[in-house]
């Protein structure tokens, strides 16, 4: 159940933004600068492996002109004709050509190995960092979506780097060394390249802007078929209950031909640019050999068979690089726009926690005072050190929790909870009761410091908690939700989930605890049942179970129950409740229910309205206020 305001569910696209962004340049030095600073050495290796590979390429082609010039046409004629220059020379070549294969060779294989490490580096972080967000991200942003930025975003870097990358500087490359080498051959003919370049220029800028436009746009329809898909799985059984499987259906096939525009446009326009440039490099090709034919017939501009043959040769490995870029440029502009939605959720801002305040274990002195240590004894300890003097203090961590004139809204606009004011003395036992939206989640959401108070404070043990740690803060809370989630695992490592380095018996007495061994000890493999798909092959009342053994292994002094029993039997909870009341001895326990009956033995019970409390007392004091908590428990008005 959540008290979060309607508008905190409109869903955004992860990092979704406009087609063409002002930082895409700024994306792509970032990205560059992953490949670099990861791989350095091994990137350099990359560059000079793929000059040499671009060298031995247009070598190939400049023979043309020496074998022609130099060897072949002085033997024609000869009677005795000697071979050995020639074959020297082919040799040469033979082995220029060689080099540049095995360069080929290792370039590729290396920007494979450096392409996964990137993406591994890029993952990790991104992982580190989505720990640090606040809940307020992930509820502004579908798991789907999420999940994209792991999964297709970075395919596309992928593809980047391991093809478009080397494929670019291979182009770039070959493009100088070609126009230098066209340009020592014929000056004359290298002007009508030129012109023909300039022309590439235009009709690939013109073509890739519209592809590369769609492109983006295709990853983020991408980014919403995952979030939809994932969506409706979690809520397949929904889906089925109320025959909606054709609306169903009909969502995905609006969402489906979105996706199917934006990608055949874009794959449409990508697929016209090999054609285009092909045909105008064998334009150029045809103008060159008729404009150096007739300059070689006019003896202008020494053009020889020899020129002319290297230089035709030349031609067409001066626009494959153009054609070969243009082809690349749309894998490219799909993986900034990735790039550029994964590096937006990096760059979203941590988590705040300013605080100093951390919890430790103690041990208690013969006069009274308390004094850290490593092992963990039962008895906790808020470490304060004093900024003013230096001085460290420690205070004994009894679970005294006061709000004091709190207003707290989700969105600025929208205020959930209006200056409240409680306490809960160490030992008691709090219930909130109210109907859906009155803010009771909200309340246990500020305790743990999900969310930070707009106006008012929160004291723990007379310690604002904006001064706590949060890791320290939530440690010493243990929270059992409505919504149960189990993780992929053994029933053990799921119940060991609250205290990592918990024996194997206390997983059993806290199962006990729980009145959960019982059920436990009926499965084939008992502890060691794995579990997974979020614990599907049990019942709800005993993943429920699950989720308040691990609270109890996790022995925290503050409890939060939130409907922690709503989806367990009647029967079940009469016995859970025992174990539960076992489970709040001596610790301060806040607890939501909408059924009064695991809420009677209280010590105070808040009957909250609109974010406002409107009767507080025991049990026995809010029936006879004949209010809105009498008539709730009499049956007179139902919570909604």
């Not at 360069?103 to 392409?115: A, D, E, L, P």
């Not at 599907?536 to 925290?556: K, N, V, Y």
């Amino acid at each position: 159940m959540s008290d979060q305001n309607n508008s905190s569910n409109v869903q955004q696209r992860a990092g979704g933004g406009p087609a063409v962004t002002k930082g895409t340049i700024k994306t792509a030095k970032r990205l560059l600068g992953y490949v670099v600073s990861t791989y350095k050495i091994q990137f350099i290796i990359v560059l000079i492996c793929i000059l040499m590979s671009s060298v031995a390429s247009i070598s190939v082609s400049l023979s043309l002109k020496f074998l022609l010039d130099d060897f072949i046409i002085p033997l024609i004629g000869q009677k005795n004709p000697d071979y050995t220059e020639l074959y020297t020379a082919l040799t040469v070549l033979g082995t220029i050509f060689l080099l540049g294969v095995i360069s080929t060779f290792i370039y590729s294989r290396m920007m494979v190995v450096i392409g996964q490490g990137v993406l591994k580096r890029v993952r990790d972080e991104m992982f580190e960092h989505m720990q640090t967000l606040p809940i307020r991200y992930f509820d502004q942003n579908t798991n789907g979506s999420i999940m994209s930025l792991y999964t297709n975003d970075t395919d596309t870097l992928r593809q980047m780097i391991n093809q478009s990358i080397p494929q670019v500087l291979m182009s770039a490359f070959t493009i100088v060394v070609t126009f230098i080498s066209m340009l020592v051959l014929s000056p004359i003919l290298t002007v009508l390249a030129v012109l023909m370049i300039i022309v590439m220029i235009l009709v690939s800028k013109i073509v890739t802007g519209n592809s590369g436009k769609y492109f983006i746009r295709q990853q983020l329809d991408l980014a919403d078929i995952t979030g939809f898909v994932e969506e409706r799985m979690n809520g397949q059984r929904v889906i089925k209950v109320f025959n909606h499987e054709k609306i169903s259906k009909q969502e995905f096939d609006e969402l489906n031909e979105r996706l199917f525009t934006s990608a055949s446009n874009a794959h449409t326009f990508a697929s016209m640019m090999g054609p285009i440039i092909g045909n105008l490099g064998n334009l150029q090709f045809v103008l060159t050999a008729v404009f150096g034919g007739f300059l070689s017939v006019a003896g202008i501009g020494n053009i020889t068979l020899g020129v002319m043959a290297s230089y035709l040769q030349f031609t067409k490995s001066f626009t494959q690089p153009f054609m070969q870029v243009a082809q690349q440029f749309n894998s490219i502009i799909m993986a900034l726009a990735g790039a550029e939605r994964i590096f937006r959720m990096m760059d979203e801002p941590a988590e705040v926690d300013d605080g100093y305040v951390t919890l430790v274990n103690a041990r208690r002195n013969p006069d009274g005072s308390l004094t850290e240590c490593e092992e963990r004894t039962g008895l906790w300890a808020w470490k304060h050190p004093h900024q003013a003097d230096g001085t460290i203090t420690y205070q004994e961590l009894k679970g005294d929790v006061r709000f004091y004139d709190m207003t707290f809204g989700y969105t600025p606009d929208h205020m959930v909870l209006h200056d409240l004011t409680l306490y809960a003395k160490p030992g008691q036992k709090l219930a909130f009761v109210g109907s859906t939206g009155a803010g009771k989640t909200t309340i246990t959401n500020l305790i743990n410091r999900f969310y930070d108070v707009a106006d008012g404070k929160i004291r723990y043990d007379d310690i604002n908690i904006n001064k706590i740690k949060k890791a320290d803060l939530r440690r010493s809370l243990g929270i059992v939700l409505q919504d149960t989630h189990l993780f992929t695992g053994t029933i053990k490592e799921n119940i060991r989930y609250g205290k990592l380095d918990a024996t194997d018996e206390e997983v059993v007495n806290a199962a006990k605890l729980a009145h959960a061994d019982g059920f436990i000890r009926m499965l084939p493999n008992g502890y060691d049942t794995h579990l997974s798909g979020d614990g599907e092959e049990l019942s709800q009342g005993q993943r429920q179970l699950l989720a308040i053994a691990r609270a109890a292994i996790a022995d925290p002094p503050v409890l939060i129950l939130d409907e922690a029993t709503s989806s367990i039997d009647t029967r079940t909870e009469s016995i859970v409740q025992k174990g539960m009341d076992n489970l709040m001895k001596g610790r301060t326990v806040f607890v939501i229910a909408h059924r009064l009956s695991t809420i009677r033995n209280s010590d105070a019970i808040m009957v909250l309205e609109h974010g406002r409390i409107i009767e507080r007392g025991t049990h026995e004091e809010l029936l006879k206020l004949k209010g809105t908590y009498y008539q709730l428990y009499t049956g007179k008005l139902e919570l909604s």
